[in-house]
C-alpha cells in the first residue's frame, strides 16, 4: 500500500522557515515526479512546486519562487520543501503528491493526473 506521510508543519511567525517532508513507501519513489500543494480555508488546491524523478526539472508557482526550494533524495524516498520567508498568505494545509513518470511532468500543476497524495501537514503563519 502506498503511503505518503508528511511532516514539519506548524505555527510559524511571519518571515520564518519550516521544512516540510514526506517519506513514501510501497512504490518505486525514483518512478515519480514528487511535488506540494497546499489549501488554504475556503480556497482550491493550489500547486507549489514540482520536482521530477532525477531532480533535474524543478517548477513553482509565482508566489513562492525565491522562498521555497523542493528537493528530494531517492536512496531515502524523501522529499523535503524548505519555506522560508513566510508570509501569512501561505497559511494552508501542505499535501504531498505524486505522479508517475510515465506521465508528462506539464500534467502536475493541474493535480488531476496525480496517483497518489499524503494526508496534508498545517502550516500557519502569523502576522
Known amino acids: 500500500q502506498v503511503q505518503l506521510a508528511e511532516s514539519g508543519g506548524g505555527l510559524v511567525q511571519a518571515g520564518g522557515s519550516l521544512r516540510l517532508s514526506c517519506v513514501a513507501s510501497?512504490?518505486?519513489?525514483?518512478?515519480?515526479?514528487m511535488g506540494w500543494f497546499r489549501q488554504a480555508p475556503g480556497k482550491e488546491r493550489e500547486f507549489v512546486a514540482v520536482i521530477t524523478w532525477s531532480g533535474g526539472n524543478i517548477y513553482y508557482v509565482d508566489s513562492v519562487k525565491g522562498r521555497f526550494t523542493i528537493s528530494r533524495d531517492n536512496a531515502k524516498n524523501t522529499v523535503w520543501l524548505q519555506m522560508n520567508s513566510l508570509k501569512p498568505e501561505d497559511t494552508a494545509v501542505y499535501y504531498c503528491a505524486a505522479q508517475d513518470t510515465d506521465k508528462s511532468i506539464t500534467t502536475f500543476p493541474g493535480a488531476l493526473r496525480v496517483d497518489y497524495w499524503g494526508q496534508g501537514t498545517q502550516v500557519t503563519v502569523s502576522s
Open positions: 510501497g512504490l518505486t519513489f525514483s518512478r515519480y515526479h
